[in-house]
């Protein structure tokens, strides 16, 4: 260091001290805020896990019969009753740590058995039977213990099992539509079931490939959406504002007409996007995660976990992709006996168990999607799954119970 650079290293040093002098000298005045602030977060976190931990959950298993009828319109009725909205006041909010409550669309295979799941609050739990009964009357809700208690996943060597999971993502902004039933021609009750192309009927085809030892959980975390797009104006929108923005930059609309060109594809884009809009939006968070007895484990089967929405997706539109994955690294030098990755793993499974996604223990971003591509990924497929192990009630019933709860 030269010599006359030392006279500016000082004079820096001075100022840095002085500036902490003054720091502190005011610390009477702002430090109460900060610690105000502080405080306050820390409040609002404290009685919302409590207001979670005290939440009464239900598991409804959902037994189908061997004929359904319905067009997936039937499900889009039943998932309205899960768009649940956040609290009305301060008071519930901030004092009573009241949060909006989410559910969990599930379908689980047992060694290739596959049943569908419905895990709500109690306090949904009688609407969502009303509707499921009233949209398919032939059908069987049985209320059952979670399954995942059953499975005590412990990471390690030593481990009885084995898995590997992943989470998804959109591969677009969430205004674009994914592929939905009615682009395969499923929203038309007078298609013969001969005829019918079922996009889900790939997922149970790979949930019913679950052989001895092995299960497979798919979970569709569900909630009310909420304001997450930065508008120009410096206020929040939604995923419908978001959408309205797309369509004007898609169709020129925010340019001036003779920079305008807008091509066929951008044009039928923002026609799609446009069509979402009339179907109320949810935010979502999907999870699935590959078990097996150590012994057991086939990892072919984290390819077919990368690929799972394949048949939902659109080149020019939207689709999933994975967004992280518990299957582990490229070199044997990224991770010492496989110390990470075992933590990753048990978070994955963790983060399954308590179905976190708006929420600790693992809370992420979720994204939207509107109640014709909810019911796209998640409804009772017809005849036209044929998967041996795909257990369907044998015999029909006239009508709902009629001691159903009101």
Same mark, same amino acid.
């Given at each position: 260091?030269?010599?006359?650079?030392? !006279?500016?290293?000082?004079?820096?040093?001075?100022?840095?001290?002085?500036?902490?002098?003054?720091?502190?000298?005011?610390?009477?005045?702002?430090?109460?805020?900060?610690?105000?602030?502080?405080?306050?977060?820390?409040?609002?976190?404290?009685?919302?896990?409590?207001?979670?931990?005290?939440?009464?959950?239900?598991?409804?298993?959902?037994?189908?019969?061997?004929?359904?009828?319905?067009?997936?319109?039937?499900?889009?009725?039943?998932?309205?009753?899960?768009?649940t909205?956040?609290?009305?006041?301060? /008071?519930?909010?901030?004092?009573?740590?009241?949060?909006?409550?989410? *559910?969990?669309?599930?379908?689980?295979?047992?060694?290739?058995?596959?049943?569908?799941?419905?895990?709500?609050?109690?306090?949904?739990?009688n609407?969502?039977?009303?509707?499921?009964?009233?949209?398919?009357? &032939?059908?069987?809700?049985?209320?059952?213990?979670?399954?995942?208690?059953?499975?005590?996943?412990?990471?390690?060597?030593? *481990?009885?099992?084995?898995?590997?999971?992943?989470?998804?993502?959109?591969?677009?902004? &969430?205004?674009?539509?994914?592929?939905?039933?009615?682009?395969?021609?499923?929203?038309?009750?007078?298609?013969?079931?001969?005829?019918?192309?079922?996009?889900?009927?790939?997922?149970?085809? /790979?949930?019913?490939?679950?052989?001895?030892?092995?299960?497979?959980?798919?979970?569709?975390?569900?909630?009310?959406?909420?304001?997450?797009?930065?508008?120009? &104006?410096? *206020?929040m929108?939604?995923?419908?504002?978001?959408?309205?923005?797309?369509?004007?930059?898609?169709?020129?609309?925010?340019?001036?007409?003779?920079?305008?060109?807008?091509?066929?594809?951008?044009?039928?884009?923002?026609?799609a996007?446009?069509?979402?809009?009339?179907?109320?939006?949810?935010?979502?968070?999907?999870?699935?995660?590959?078990?097996?007895?150590?012994?057991?484990?086939?990892?072919?089967?984290?390819?077919?976990?990368?690929?799972?929405?394949?048949?939902? *997706?659109?080149?020019?539109?939207?689709?999933?992709?994975?967004?992280?994955?518990?299957?582990?690294? &490229?070199? !044997?030098w990224?991770?010492?006996?496989?110390?990470?990755?075992?933590?990753?793993?048990?978070k994955?499974?963790?983060?399954y168990?308590?179905?976190s996604?708006?929420?600790?223990?693992?809370?992420?971003?979720?994204?939207?999607?509107?109640?014709?591509?909810?019911a796209?990924?998640?409804?009772? !497929?017809?005849?036209?799954?044929?998967?041996?192990?795909?257990?369907?009630?044998?015999?029909?019933?006239?009508?709902?119970?009629?001691?159903?709860?009101?």
């Amino acid at each position: 260091m030269g010599s006359n650079q030392i !006279p500016d290293f000082m004079r820096l040093y001075d100022q840095t001290v002085s500036a902490f002098v003054m720091l502190f000298k005011w610390f009477p005045y702002w430090g109460p805020f900060v610690f105000a602030l502080i405080f306050w977060e820390e409040w609002v976190r404290y009685v919302q896990s409590q207001f979670r931990a005290n939440l009464k959950w239900v598991m409804l298993e959902i037994k189908i019969p061997k004929t359904i009828n319905k067009t997936p319109l039937a499900m889009e009725i039943v998932l309205q009753t899960l768009l649940t909205k956040a609290p009305g006041n301060w /008071y519930d909010k901030y004092w009573k740590g009241k949060i909006k409550e989410w *559910s969990s669309l599930e379908m689980v295979s047992f060694e290739g058995h596959i049943k569908f799941f419905i895990r709500t609050t109690s306090s949904l739990k009688n609407l969502v039977e009303t509707q499921l009964y009233g949209q398919y009357p &032939d059908i069987e809700i049985f209320e059952v213990p979670d399954y995942t208690l059953y499975v005590d996943y412990k990471p390690g060597k030593a *481990s009885e099992w084995a898995i590997a999971a992943a989470e998804y993502q959109l591969t677009k902004a &969430d205004p674009y539509p994914i592929k939905t039933y009615v682009d395969y021609g499923l929203d038309s009750a007078l298609l013969k079931e001969e005829n019918k192309v079922d996009p889900l009927t790939s997922v149970i085809e /790979y949930l019913g490939s679950a052989g001895k030892g092995e299960q497979v959980w798919v979970q569709i975390l569900v909630a009310g959406p909420e304001k997450r797009y930065a508008k120009k &104006d410096g *206020s929040m929108g939604d995923w419908k504002d978001e959408g309205a923005d797309l369509v004007k930059k898609l169709t020129g609309a925010d340019k001036k007409p003779e920079e305008a060109k807008v091509s066929e594809g951008d044009r039928n884009a923002a026609k799609a996007i446009e069509r979402s809009f009339t179907k109320a939006g949810f935010d979502c968070g999907i999870r699935a995660i590959y078990l097996a007895k150590s012994d057991k484990f086939n990892p072919s089967h984290m390819k077919a976990l990368g690929g799972l929405w394949s048949a939902f *997706s659109t080149g020019n539109l939207n689709g999933f992709r994975p967004k992280d994955l518990a299957f582990g690294f &490229d070199y !044997p030098w990224q991770d010492y006996d496989n110390i990470r990755l075992d933590a990753k793993k048990m978070k994955f499974f963790k983060a399954y168990k308590y179905r976190s996604w708006f929420h600790k223990p693992r809370k992420l971003k979720p994204f939207t999607l509107n109640t014709e591509e909810l019911a796209t990924i998640f409804h009772f !497929p017809g005849g036209v799954a044929q998967t041996p192990t795909f257990g369907r009630i044998p015999s029909r019933k006239s009508e709902a119970p009629i001691n159903l709860p009101i």
